[in-house]
């Protein structure tokens, strides 16, 4: 069974930084793709940053120059650092894998439960 877990949430002034951490656990061959994702209260959830397994990374063009993707592969874990908030950053974020498990024939999408950040302004 595959698990991810998010953490790293929390409130913060506007302006300020966080840094969210995902790891993923259980019977895991192999990972592709690393995502964030965030839904804002009365919104869909939206993409905000993606890095594939050799570390080339995309962003949404609202975080740009402010949040940083990162991996570590040897331990199954995507971060996300969130710097320059802003009161509109507010939104659980949710990571969401690409992954391959142990006795798996292929390779399927997993979610996080996902992890609050609130921007106060």
């Known amino acids: 069974q595959v698990?991810?877990?998010?953490s790293g949430g929390g409130l913060v002034q506007?302006?300020?930084s966080l840094r969210l951490s995902?790891?993923?656990?259980?019977?895991?061959?192999?990972?592709?793709?690393?995502?964030?994702?965030?839904?804002?209260?009365g919104k869909q959830r939206e993409f905000v940053a993606t890095i594939t397994s050799d570390d080339r990374t995309t962003y949404a063009d609202?975080?740009?120059?402010?949040f940083i993707i990162s991996r570590d592969n040897a331990k199954n874990t995507?971060?996300?650092?969130?710097?320059?908030?802003?009161?509109?950053?507010?939104?659980?974020?949710?990571?969401?894998t690409l992954l391959r498990a142990?006795?798996?024939s292929?390779?399927?999408?997993?979610?996080?439960?996902?992890?609050?950040?609130?921007v106060s302004s």
């Not at 609202?62 to 402010?66: A, D, M, Q």
């Not at 995507?78 to 969401?96: F, G, I």
Request: with cysteine; net charge positive; proline share 3%.
């Open 62 to 66: 609202f975080v740009k120059g402010r």
């Open 78 to 96: 995507v971060s996300l650092q969130m710097n320059s908030l802003k009161p509109e950053d507010t939104a659980v974020y949710y990571c969401r």
């Open 14 to 16: 506007s302006g300020g």
């Open 3 to 6: 698990q991810l877990e998010e």
């Open 102 to 104: 142990t006795m798996s």
């Open 106 to 118: 292929g390779f399927y999408r997993y979610w996080g439960q996902g992890t609050q950040v609130t």
């Open 22 to 41: 995902c790891a993923a656990s259980g019977s895991i061959s192999s990972i592709s793709t690393m995502d964030w994702y965030r839904q804002a209260p």
